[in-house]
């Protein structure tokens, strides 16, 4: 099973990127698909899941800002993160959870400067 996430990269203060993420190598639809971040010398923390009944779940910084959304056919989900600020720095980490097994992606860099 593989994870492979894109649309990583730099943007302003104010502005927007959309990360996407495609799982692939397996005939299983996802149970949950999502998002973490990490920073250097932080925990990696979740920024927003979605189930394949389509519930979502989202950190507080994301509230308002981020937008996840999936296609179980597909098997994709992707992030819109609007309203991008400093401290959204971070690698992103594709995460999905199929046949009761985690995987993670590679992770993107998102780089947002003031």
């Known amino acids: 099973v593989q994870l492979q996430a894109s649309g990583g990269g730099w943007a302003q203060a104010g502005g927007s990127l959309t990360l996407s993420c495609a799982v692939s190598?397996?005939?299983?639809?996802?149970?949950?698909m999502g998002w973490s971040r990490q920073t250097p010398g932080k925990q990696r923390e979740l920024v927003a899941t979605m189930t394949s009944g389509g519930l979502t779940t989202y950190g507080d910084f994301a509230k308002g800002r981020f937008t996840i959304a999936g296609d179980g056919a597909r098997n994709t989900v992707t992030l819109q993160m609007n309203t991008l600020k400093p401290e959204d720095t971070a690698v992103y980490y594709c995460?999905?959870?199929?046949?009761?097994?985690?995987?993670w992606g590679k992770g993107t860099q998102v780089t947002v400067s003031s």
């Open positions: 995460t999905a959870r199929l046949d009761s097994r985690t995987y």
């Open positions: 190598g397996t005939h299983f639809n996802y149970d949950l």
